[in-house]
Nanobody, 119 residues
Framework: QVQLVESGGGLVQAGGSLRLSCVAS????????MAWYRQGPGKQRELVAV???????NYADSVKGRFTISRDNAKNTVYLQMNSLKVEDTGVYYC?????????????WGQGTQVTVSS
């Protein structure tokens, strides 16, 4: 059973930085696209950043220039470096991965990690 385990959330002041990590444990599948989503208080879950197996990235307009997504394929891990954090970045951050095995795709989610940015 594959699990996505996130870490790195916490409380930080506006303008500060955090680095989130997500590792796909017990995965013998090929990990295709990995992404970070977030859900703020009273808001719908939204895509923050995505990275393909080849390393191509895309970001939500609200985080461009402040967040950087990266991955270490040898460690089955995706990272989200968050700089210049704003109060509106507060929310639960979820890791998502598309895993491929014998041509079939499987969608996995982590349990979420809380990020709170104070003013």
């Amino acid at each position: 059973q594959v699990q996505l385990v996130e870490s790195g959330g916490g409380l930080v002041q506006a303008g500060g930085s955090l680095r989130l990590s997500c590792v796909a444990s017990r995965s013998t599948f090929t990990i295709n696209v990995m992404a970070w989503y977030r859900q703020g208080p009273g808001k719908q879950r939204e895509l923050v950043a995505v990275i393909t197996g080849g390393g191509s990235t895309n970001y939500a307009d609200s985080v461009k220039g402040r967040f950087t997504i990266s991955r270490d394929n040898a460690k089955n891990t995706v990272y989200l470096q968050m700089n210049s954090l704003k109060v509106e970045d507060t929310g639960v951050y979820y890791c998502n991965a598309d895993l491929v095995n014998w041509g079939r795709h499987y969608d996995y989610w982590g349990q979420g990690t809380q990020v709170t940015v104070s003013s």
